[in-house]
């Protein structure tokens, strides 16, 4: 079996940390890749985040008119078009981009995919808006349509239950015109290239 060898680096005058294990990393390996990942994050994260979405263009529908990444877009251009801020945009862009890869959690992973980049609102909204979409499932016969009542008071209910009413549910028209992805691309970007908020470690 050959070997793959290594990775090229993003830029020419990079260097590679030559340890095999990160248990033989020390301060100055560190300070190797500390120097070189602000650049690295900067101009791949939104690119390798909306690279997942896109792989997804040609792929077909289990019934749906339309495909989850047509889905995505039509969800971010009527953001879009109604003035909605660019973080909420990117958002609707990206708020089912785990959809059929961990279809039973993809409220949890676009959540965790945006929370360094976005505010606590917007975050709640992603992990929450798959169950606040019950309440459109009429005659659904495993759907509990209530579901979001749990959350009846929080903050950011009001919120949720807007976005998933105005741009989800209805994001399903094979007739409307959605935006193509480069109309995103520069708002992504911006998002993406904040300094990330320090999150709290997991429970």
Not at 80 to 109: K, M, Q, S, W
Not at 126 to 131: D, F, G, K, P
Request: proline share 7%; net charge negative.
């Amino acid at each position: 079996m050959e070997t793959g060898g290594r990775s090229p680096l993003l830029e020419s005058g990079w260097r590679y940390v030559e340890k095999r294990e990160l248990d033989e990393f020390r301060a100055d390996d560190w300070a190797i890749l500390a120097a070189q990942k602000p650049a690295y994050m900067a101009e791949q994260l939104a690119d390798q985040a909306v690279r997942f979405l896109s792989a997804s263009a040609g792929d077909p529908t289990f019934g749906y008119r339309i495909n989850n990444y047509r889905h995505c877009l039509q969800s971010a251009t009527r953001a879009l078009a109604d003035g909605r801020p660019e973080d909420y945009v990117v958002t609707a862009l990206l708020h089912d981009i785990g959809f059929v890869a961990c279809n039973a959690t993809h409220g949890a992973f676009a959540a965790q995919l945006m929370a360094p980049h976005v505010g606590d609102d917007l975050v709640w909204m992603l992990a929450h808006h798959q169950y606040f979409q019950a309440i459109h499932y009429h005659g659904h016969p495993e759907a509990d349509r209530h579901a979001r009542d749990k959350w009846r008071g929080h903050p950011h209910f009001a919120m949720t239950a807007e976005f998933v009413a105005k741009y989800d549910q209805c994001a399903i028209d094979p007739d409307y015109r959605e935006a193509p992805l480069e109309t995103f691309m520069p708002m992504v970007r911006r998002v993406f290239a904040r300094p990330p908020r320090k999150l709290p470690l997991p429970d």
